[in-house]
C-alpha cells in the first residue's frame, strides 16, 4: 500500500542542524511533488516546502526559507529536509505528505509525523 | 496571500446530528480548495478535493461545497469517529503557494 514514512526527528539545540527523511512505498516516487508540513504542540498545520517530481521546482513558508532546504534521491525513493538554523518556534511534529495534483496541490497521502523538539 | 478562516472554531455536536463546518477566504479561491481530517494523534486525512470531490475511501456522509470565497463542509449524519479537527487548505498564484486554515474542532456535546 501506499505508504511514508519519516525518520531524524529528536531533541536538538538552538542554532544547531538537522535532516529529516521520508521514505516512500507503494507509488511512483518518480512521478510525484511532495510536501513538508508541520504542526507545532497544541497548534495547526503549517506547509512548509513543496517540491516537484523532479527536483527542478521548490517552494518554501517565509518561516524557514533561507534555512530549511528540500531535497529528493528518486533512484531512493526518498524525500528530505535539511533544516539549518533551528529555533525553538521550530519545535513540531513534521509530516511529509504526497502532492494529490499537479494543479491544485492537495496532499493525498500523509506519513505519520516524526517530533523535533529544539530546546538548550 | 490568501488567508483562510474556518468557524466555528469549535462545534460542540452529539453522534447522529449534522455538523456544518465553514472556510472563508480572503481572496477568490480558483477550485482548489481541500479538506482534512486530523483525529487525535494521528496525521490529517484528505477528505475533499477540488471543493467537491470525496477523495478514495471517504464515506458519502462528508460532503464538500462552495465556489469563490465561501465553502462548507458537511458531515450528515456524524458518526463516534467524526469528532475530530478539521483543516481546509488552498493552493494561490501568489506566494505561499499553500494555506491552511485554523481549523475547527468537533467536539462531542
Known amino acids: 500500500q501506499v505508504q511514508l514514512v519519516e525518520s531524524g526527528g529528536g531533541v536538538v539545540q538552538p542554532g544547531r542542524s538537522l535532516r529529516l527523511s521520508c521514505a516512500a512505498s507503494g507509488f511512483t516516487f518518480r512521478s510525484f511533488s511532495m510536501h513538508w508540513v508541520r504542526q507545532a504542540p497544541g497548534k495547526g498545520l503549517e506547509w512548509l516546502t513543496f517540491?516537484?517530481?523532479?527536483?527542478?521546482?521548490?517552494h518554501y513558508a517565509d518561516s524557514v526559507k533561507g534555512r530549511f532546504t528540500v531535497s529528493r534521491d528518486n533512484s531512493k525513493k526518498m524525500l528530505y529536509l535539511q533544516m539549518n538554523s533551528l529555533r525553538p518556534e521550530d519545535t513540531a511534529i513534521y509530516y511529509c505528505?504526497?502532492?494529490?495534483?499537479?494543479?491544485?496541490?492537495?496532499?493525498?497521502?500523509w506519513g505519520k509525523g516524526t517530533a523535533l523538539t529544539v530546546s538548550s | 496571500e490568501i488567508l483562510l478562516t474556518q468557524y466555528p472554531s469549535t462545534l460542540s455536536l452529539s453522534p447522529g446530528e449534522r455538523a456544518t463546518l465553514s472556510c472563508r477566504a480572503s481572496q477568490t479561491v480558483r477550485g482548489s480548495l481541500a479538506w482534512y481530517q486530523q483525529r487525535r494523534g494521528q496525521p490529517p486525512r484528505l477528505l475533499i478535493d477540488?471543493?467537491?470531490n470525496r477523495a478514495s475511501g471517504i464515506p458519502a456522509r462528508f460532503s464538500g461545497s462552495g465556489s469563490g470565497t465561501d465553502f462548507t463542509l458537511t458531515i450528515s449524519s456524524l458518526e463516534p469517529e467524526d469528532f475530530a479537527v478539521y483543516y481546509c487548505?488552498?493552493?494561490?498564484?501568489?506566494?505561499?503557494?499553500?494555506?491552511f486554515g485554523g481549523g475547527t474542532r468537533v467536539e462531542i456535546k
Open positions: 477540488g471543493a467537491s
Open positions: 517540491i516537484s517530481y523532479d527536483g527542478s521546482d521548490r
Open positions: 487548505q488552498v493552493r494561490s498564484d501568489s506566494p505561499p503557494p499553500i494555506t
Open positions: 505528505a504526497k502532492d494529490g495534483d499537479p494543479y491544485y496541490w492537495y496532499m493525498d497521502v
